[in-house]
């Protein structure tokens, strides 16, 4: 009887008893772009599809006034039925999985010998998971391409989420910039290069380029968080229609917060399209040229602050909700030293730039520097904070921000590992921000805006905290979140953002791209790898959602949307760039050699060295 059941057992195991099920799902496109124009709705700031974007290359040889002069035409493309426009469905794949190990088979068989030798039970568990592996990563390429937005027959995007189950869908059935970077790195990895080029161009034409001194209006060069592909009727012949692209730079959004980061995105995905396909002239065309030069001077433009960080308010990056990071944000401060370090590189050199590269150039020197001696945070450096005096006023003071020890977190104190530090959330005058910020701080080891001992330093940490950033489901968006009084204030009360949920400490399994090509810059491809098999055990079954709540990650997030489009993405470049480590680069820059020899003689220099603001020579502040 035993050796009948042994028997009847492993037959069934070979037949595939576990059968690996996709979600039931097919979906149109053409639901998210075959709109009908309201009653009073105002069109005339959308951006039309024009029969002069089809002349795209040939813009590098026409003056840049008469461009500028016809960006704008009103000539249209007659889309005769925005019903043709094609969507993308997939079909229902079965593919037959196991799992097997020693153990299983000793309990099924009691006291019977052995079917299989250990080496032999150790390939075949490996056989499946890879085999699972595969069929999980096909389900995200489907899931991908069905997210796919046209524009006039062209790819031209991806919607942040397509999510059958959710009777309202905000905009998430919008294109978001940011959100769109995964999807774009994905495509460029599988060398897919007409949506990004697509994508790149588009967004270009959607930029803010008039000045206005309109409190309502975005400022110039801004570029919008999403747009939307709209069809409407043609004017003047109701049995035609159009597609237009209407662009959101915030007025509609939750807060109404500009997108900050946006720019900063685009200049980076500009760069990886170039290196991935190899394509320069997209780089060298005028209208691109111009677009990176306006967001650059937007960034750089004089203000009231001192500091040579960015100054936002709350709310204008992945962060996109009140939680206490207005100020100098640390993912703001990564993204603009990625995005300056990459335009340098782009940047076409001629007479009309030379001004703006010495200002990006003294920048850079003194963000790395700022970001690295001040943001830093380790046990020594806890200690040292522990110590500072306050109330100093001098041009030499060691507490320059006028930190009070008492700000130390009791939770740091224990938390603190004795190996390893990161980036604190943010610096500014008699405030920082202890909280761990994963987005900045995996940014800054891929820019080089941190040192390499640092940049170690930031992985030997998520090692260290591995139970606390990762435990369940990687990768937590903050941490520690905020609880009690404090989350009242800060959040105010904001019940999407309770305490382990959304941006208040969830977890975001999109947040695996970002961290994968800092592992694998750092050499340390292991640590990513052992994050991504912890998501890749759930995020199908759990049908991609966007984040997860509690402290381990264990449950969907009470909010969540279903098939988020940069889940699916992120877990898609994780895998692709674990497979082939080389692609990485189009993402990563390395240390410039002035900005080291200049970070040198900073740090060389006596700081105790008594200096006025005429004597001063440098033009940045440190």
């Not at 390429?141 to 189950?165: F, H, K, M, Q």
């Not at 003294?362 to 945070?377: K, M, Q």
């Not at 820059?589 to 040198?600: G, K, L």
């Amino acid at each position: 009887m035993v050796a009948m059941t042994s028997s009847e057992a492993v037959m069934q195991v070979f037949r595939g008893a576990a059968p690996f099920i996709k979600p039931d799902s097919k979906y149109s496109l053409g639901s998210f772009i075959n709109y009908k124009k309201k009653s009073g709705e105002n069109v005339g700031r959308l951006f039309k599809c024009s029969s002069m974007y089809r002349q795209f290359p040939a813009i590098p040889t026409i003056r840049f006034e008469n461009f500028r002069s016809k960006r704008f035409e009103s000539s249209s493309c007659k889309c005769q039925n925005a019903e043709s426009v094609s969507g993308f469905t997939t079909e229902n794949e079965n593919g037959t999985w196991f799992v097997d190990n020693a153990k299983e088979f000793n309990t099924i068989q009691g006291q019977s010998p052995n079917l299989f030798g250990s080496e032999d039970v150790h390939k075949i568990k490996k056989e499946n998971e890879s085999s699972l592996s595969d069929g999980i990563e096909q389900e995200a390429w489907d899931l991908l391409r069905e997210s796919i937005v046209t524009y006039c027959g062209s790819p031209i995007g991806t919607i942040a989420a397509n999510d059958p189950t959710s009777s309202s869908v905000l905009n998430y059935d919008q294109v978001f910039i940011r959100d769109f970077i995964p999807s774009g790195i994905a495509f460029l990895l599988n060398e897919e290069y007409d949506i990004v080029r697509n994508f790149i161009l588009h967004t270009l034409q959607l930029q803010s380029w008039e000045k206005t001194m309109d409190c309502h209006s975005p400022g110039q060069g801004l570029m919008p968080a999403s747009f939307k592909v709209r069809t409407v009727p043609l004017e003047g012949d109701d049995t035609a229609t159009e597609e237009v692209l209407d662009p959101d730079f915030g007025e509609a959004a939750i807060g109404r917060v500009a997108p900050v980061d946006s720019g900063l995105w685009w200049i980076i995905l500009l760069r990886a399209y170039g290196k991935s396909s190899g394509d320069m002239s997209l780089v060298e065309r005028i209208d691109v040229q111009t677009g990176i030069k306006m967001i650059l001077k937007l960034c750089l433009a004089d203000g009231f602050d001192m500091f040579p960080t960015l100054l936002v308010a709350d709310g204008p990056c992945m962060i996109d909700r009140r939680m206490g990071i207005h100020g100098h944000p640390l993912e703001i401060q990564a993204l603009f030293y990625s995005a300056l370090m990459c335009a340098r590189e782009m940047l076409a050199p001629e007479d009309g730039s030379a001004d703006l590269i010495r200002a990006l150039n003294n920048r850079l020197v003194a963000l790395s520097f700022h970001i690295r001696e001040y943001y830093w945070v380790d046990l020594k450096k806890l200690n040292e904070i522990y110590r500072y005096k306050t109330e100093e006023y001098s041009y030499d003071a060691v507490n320059k921000f006028n930190i009070y020890p008492d700000q130390i977190p009791p939770w740091l104190v224990e938390w603190m590992p004795n190996k390893g530090g990161y980036l604190i959330g943010n610096l500014q005058p008699a405030h920082m921000d202890f909280r761990f910020f994963s987005l900045g701080n995996f940014w800054s080891v891929v820019s080089s805006l941190v040192t390499v001992d640092q940049s170690n330093a930031i992985l030997d940490l998520i090692d260290a905290k591995w139970a606390d950033l990762v435990a369940d489901m990687p990768f937590k968006i903050c941490y520690p979140a905020l609880e009690g009084q404090e989350w009242q204030i800060i959040t105010g009360s904001d019940p999407k953002n309770t305490p382990w949920s959304y941006h208040n400490g969830g977890s975001w399994p999109t947040l695996l791209w970002q961290l994968t090509v800092a592992c694998i810059k750092m050499d340390r491809p292991e640590i990513a790898a052992r994050a991504v098999k912890i998501a890749e055990g759930r995020l199908a079954q759990d049908k991609w959602p966007e984040y997860y709540d509690t402290k381990w990650g264990r449950f969907i997030g009470k909010q969540s949307r279903l098939f988020q489009t940069w889940t699916i993405a992120g877990y898609l470049v994780s895998k692709l760039l674990l497979a082939n480590p080389e692609k990485a680069k189009i993402l990563m820059t390395d240390e410039d050699s002035e900005i080291v020899n200049a970070f040198s003689c900073m740090i060389t220099s006596n700081p105790r060295k008594k200096r006025g603001p005429k004597n001063s020579q440098k033009t940045y502040i440190v």
